[in-house]
């Protein structure tokens, strides 16, 4: 497909937002042989904002993002940061003519803290040369805030998409309607009803999988990236598949402690994310399930 072909067929995007329950929800949907999701799951194309810290201003390479769908069905491409980015509705709208968007909000203060430790946890922060040890300062830094801009991000959406186009849920309805949640999801894609196989336990990003890799681990890894891809490809096929990760072994990394956001981050980030929970539900009627008195 050249680059100056329209897509005619529907495409879905689940473009929001990051520490939301759509890592669970891309696995899940993978399932389906009526939607094919891309593999990367975050192809990070078509947006600017290619995860917390990178980001580009080059065009998006069309031939190599159709490269990263491999069947048939409604093709799903799972880049959540595209939410937060000012180009990313223009492009949509340029190259594609039956565009559908999927958008997982979660209470934004537990959010951005899920989010702000998971790149602690994971070294991003220092890999990208900041000092994101105090939430504090974390947050004045508009990398992590811009994914907090629920209602700003959805205007800007809104101004080359018509609402009908998005399919709008609190994250906490994946874990206590998953069933009625996928269901209404391929209404929304106009698909046939799919039977999951339903495991909140597995494909999630949570803080208890994201284990820091020990030495021995490192040894391990090390040694494995040697192997010919021609050997490896078909264990690393079948762990995925499994939802296995080898390094979460406890000899090959250590335990994270769960932490949950207090009262002092809800009063950092109170006036940002009320105005915006506010301005989103006013553009679109989406009910918030009583985010605003947890800040209270």
């Given at each position: 497909?050249?680059?100056?072909?329209?897509?005619?067929?529907?495409?879905?995007f689940?473009?929001?937002?990051?520490?939301s329950?759509?890592?669970?929800?891309?696995?899940?949907?993978?399932?389906?042989?009526?939607?094919?999701?891309s593999?990367?799951?975050?192809?990070n194309?078509?947006?600017?904002h290619?995860?917390?810290?990178?980001?580009?201003?080059?065009?998006?390479?069309?031939?190599?993002?159709?490269?990263?769908?491999?069947?048939?069905?409604?093709?799903?491409?799972?880049?959540?940061?595209?939410?937060?980015?000012?180009?990313?509705?223009?492009?949509?709208?340029?190259?594609?003519?039956?565009?559908?968007?999927?958008?997982?909000?979660?209470?934004?203060?537990?959010?951005?803290?899920?989010?702000?430790?998971?790149?602690?946890d994971?070294?991003?922060?220092?890999?990208?040369?900041?000092?994101?040890?105090?939430?504090?300062?974390?947050?004045?830094?508009?990398r992590?805030?811009?994914?907090?801009?629920?209602?700003?991000?959805?205007?800007?959406?809104?101004?080359?998409?018509?609402?009908?186009?998005?399919?709008?849920?609190?994250?906490?309805?994946?874990?206590?309607r998953?069933?009625?949640?996928?269901?209404?999801?391929?209404?929304?894609?106009?698909?046939?009803?799919?039977?999951?196989?339903?495991?909140?336990?597995?494909?999630?990003?949570?803080?208890?999988?994201?284990?820091?890799?020990?030495?021995?681990?490192?040894?391990?890894?090390?040694?494995?990236?040697?192997?010919?891809?021609?050997?490896?490809?078909?264990?690393?096929?079948?762990?995925?598949?499994?939802?296995?990760n080898?390094?979460?072994?406890?000899?090959?990394?250590?335990?994270?402690?769960l932490?949950?956001?207090?009262?002092?981050?809800?009063?950092?980030?109170?006036?940002?994310?009320?105005?915006?929970?506010?301005?989103?539900?006013?553009?679109?009627?989406?009910?918030?399930?009583?985010?605003?008195?947890?800040?209270?």
């Open positions: 497909m050249g680059d100056s072909e329209r897509v005619s067929e529907t495409h879905a689940l473009i929001g937002t990051p520490k329950g759509t890592t669970w929800l891309a696995a899940t949907l993978s399932q389906n042989p009526n939607i094919c999701v593999n990367p799951k975050e192809p194309i078509i947006a600017t290619k995860g917390t810290f990178s980001r580009s201003v080059e065009e998006p390479d069309w031939e190599l993002y159709e490269s990263f769908f491999d069947g048939g069905g409604v093709r799903l491409d799972a880049s959540i940061h595209a939410f937060s980015c000012p180009e990313a509705p223009g492009r949509i709208s340029d190259r594609f003519d039956d565009p559908r968007f999927v958008l997982s909000f979660r209470e934004p203060v537990s959010r951005v803290f899920s989010h702000w430790r998971m790149v602690l994971s070294g991003e922060a220092k890999k990208n040369g900041v000092d994101w040890s105090e939430f504090e300062s974390a947050w004045e830094d508009e992590l805030r811009c994914d907090s801009r629920y209602g700003s991000s959805m205007e800007r959406w809104l101004q080359k998409f018509p609402l009908d186009r998005f399919y709008i849920i609190d994250s906490s309805d994946l874990r206590t998953p069933v009625e949640v996928l269901e209404e999801l391929e209404q929304f894609l106009g698909l046939p009803q799919h039977d999951y196989n339903i495991d909140m336990s597995r494909n999630s990003n949570s803080a208890s999988r994201r284990r820091p890799i020990s030495a021995i681990g490192k040894a391990i890894r090390l040694v494995f990236s040697l192997v010919p891809q021609m050997i490896k490809g078909p264990v690393v096929r079948v762990l995925q598949k499994k939802d296995l080898i390094y979460n072994a406890p000899i090959l990394s250590s335990a994270v402690p932490l949950k956001a207090q009262e002092e981050h809800y009063r950092i980030c109170e006036k940002t994310v009320s105005e915006e929970v506010q301005l989103l539900s006013k553009l679109t009627g989406f009910e918030s399930k009583g985010w605003m008195e947890k800040q209270n």
